[in-house]
């Protein structure tokens, strides 16, 4: 026999709320998440410095989105 309407209703509410919060933590802990990647700077102007130096950089998703450093 299958489940009276009421509690099928229910279920999908728990699922809709299940789902609302697992978006809620993505949404609030994922852009602090670091990416590491590599760069290649240099000032051109200086003859002291060498061109083309890699440098590793440690950013949040937060920083790419916005455009800060």
Do not use: C, W
């Not at 697992?22 to 200086?46: C, H, K, L, N």
């Not at 937060?62 to 450093?69: K, S």
């Amino acid at each position: 026999m299958t489940s009276p309407a009421h509690e099928r209703k229910n279920n999908n509410m728990l699922i809709i709320g299940i789902a609302i919060a697992i978006a809620f933590v993505g949404i609030m802990f994922v852009p602090i998440i670091p990416i590491s990647y590599e760069e290649i700077v240099g000032d051109f102007g200086d003859p002291d410095e060498p061109i083309g130096r890699m440098v590793t950089k440690n950013v949040s998703v937060y920083q790419i989105i916005t455009g800060t450093e």
